[in-house]
């Protein structure tokens, strides 16, 4: 008797799942899952600090950096200056 290639098939695949529920092959599949799973949480856990030294840097920046980099400038709203033909409004006065 000839087996159709349709049966050879169906034969392949069960031997496979007969095969994938082995204990050796299951308990080989959970260590497996394990490790993946734990490189998935290291590197989620290596990108959460990452992040976190990112952001504790950018804050401490920020609070080192002064509010004004030039602190000789001074504007000041008055009365127009002596070209006012020119220009109208604030005139920036340099104390």
């Keep these: 008797m000839q087996s159709s290639g ?4 169906a034969e392949s695949k069960n031997r ?4 994938s529920r082995t ?3 299951a308990n080989l599949m959970a260590r497996v899952s ?10 989620i856990r ?23 980099d030039n602190n000789m400038s001074k504007i000041s709203v008055g009365p127009p200056c002596q070209n006012s033909h020119r220009k109208k409004g604030a005139e920036i006065s340099y104390n």
Excluded: W
């Excluded at 490790?35 to 290291?42: F, G, H, P, R, S």
């Excluded at 959460?48 to 401490?60: I, M």
């Design 6 to 9: 349709r049966n050879s098939g």
């Design 16 to 19: 496979a799942i007969l095969i």
């Design 23 to 25: 204990p050796e092959s």
């Design 34 to 43: 394990k490790l993946e799973q734990e490189k998935v949480n290291d590197e």
């Design 46 to 68: 290596q990108r959460k600090q990452e992040k976190k030294l990112r952001d504790q840097l950018s804050s401490r920046e920020v609070s080192s950096t002064p509010l004004s």
